[in-house]
């Protein structure tokens, strides 16, 4: 059976559906988000930057939004223009946005790069192949500005080995004293990084909390600024007692608006989709830790953001703001009728 053969009769399986409804429905939030920042980004080289990511969000959606009319399969909702007040007082620094653009870029291609690996068609295949090529290209260039403004955040450099070595003691797995050995190379990267992603995460929701008017959204963001400021807790001393250095908090890069730029149902789809990310590579986090101390710190902060996303899920449902993902048929429904 020839593949154009094959291609033509095999419709879209769930796993595409899957991976194209999330893949809209993300850059449809990042589409509001991104029109935000380009009407309030001061600096010339941010605001290039800013308009080439929100290109992309467009064509992702535009490919998408024409696979699934081929196919004959609804269009998410998502996020319009409706959920975006561009003219909003400027509520995130230049700063923050190329950290939080730096943030869209990794979790954009860890999930067009699972989506690769799980869509057989071609078309598809092609769609998430192009995201990965054009997303790559944008963590470059963010990456330049970066570093060209003196802004990036260097990770912590450790003293180059001059032998490989092997571990022939069991006590290099404990977390406890006298026989807790320093970091190694991944858990320091892990580490790092996961308190950058945590202080992102607690300036987003700092913004957002200032401007919501909602109350029950106000205390969901209020007990989440709590839970990352326990999580910052929790993480720095694994780095600062083996004498490393910890990534400066972004708390500076929230400024004094009051004027909401997004809705509420906007704010409260992104901080929980942050909760599934950050469980996501928090589990990387604790795979890759050979230290107790650190796993077990892990396992209590994937609890913490488990139940907090919980919470987010029930207003979002009580709301009418949680767009169902298409699932299977439920048999024992349709045979009850």
């Given at each position: ?105 990794e ?33 470059n260039m ?14 912590p ?70 839970l ?62 050979m ?25 979002m ?21």
């Open positions: 059976m020839s593949s154009e053969y094959t291609e033509k009769n095999l419709g879209i399986s769930s796993s595409e559906i899957s991976q194209l409804w999330i893949t809209y429905i993300a850059n449809s939030m990042s589409n509001c988000v991104l029109s935000y920042f380009l009407e309030t980004a001061e600096d010339p080289e941010v605001s290039s930057v800013v308009k080439y990511a929100l290109n992309l969000s467009g064509n992702y959606m535009s490919i998408i939004k024409d696979i699934l009319s081929k196919d004959n399969f609804p269009v998410p909702e998502g996020f319009s223009e409706e959920d975006v007040n561009l003219k909003a007082k400027k509520l995130f620094s230049d700063v923050f946005m190329l950290r939080y653009m730096k943030y869209l870029t979790l954009g291609l860890i999930n067009y790069g699972m989506s690769l690996t799980f869509c057989p068609r071609k078309d598809i295949r092609e769609l998430f192949t192009y995201c990965i090529d054009t997303t790559s290209k944008l963590s963010l990456d330049d500005v970066e570093l060209k403004k003196g802004v990036y955040v260097h990770y450099h450790i003293p180059m080995p001059d032998k490989i070595e092997f571990v022939t003691k069991k006590s290099f797995l404990t977390g406890l004293l006298p026989e807790k050995r320093p970091l190694n190379s991944s858990e320091i990267t892990n580490i790092f990084h996961d308190i950058k992603v945590v202080s992102l995460t607690r300036a987003l929701t700092l913004g957002f909390n200032q401007v919501t008017k909602s109350e029950q959204v106000k205390n969901f963001l209020s007990k989440g600024l709590d990352s400021t326990s999580h910052i807790e929790a993480l720095s001393p694994l780095l600062s007692e083996s004498d490393l250095p910890i990534p400066m908090t972004l708390e500076a890069e929230v400024l004094d608006s009051k004027e909401a730029p997004f809705s509420d149902k906007l704010i409260m789809f992104h901080i929980v989709s942050i909760m599934g990310y950050k469980t996501a590579i928090f589990g990387i986090s604790m795979a890759v830790s230290r107790s101390d650190i796993y077990a710190t892990y396992a209590k902060i994937a609890s913490d953001i488990g139940g907090y996303a919980k919470d987010g899920m029930d207003i449902i009580k709301e009418g703001w949680l767009e169902k993902n298409p699932e299977a048929v439920d048999r024992k429904k349709l045979a009850k009728l």
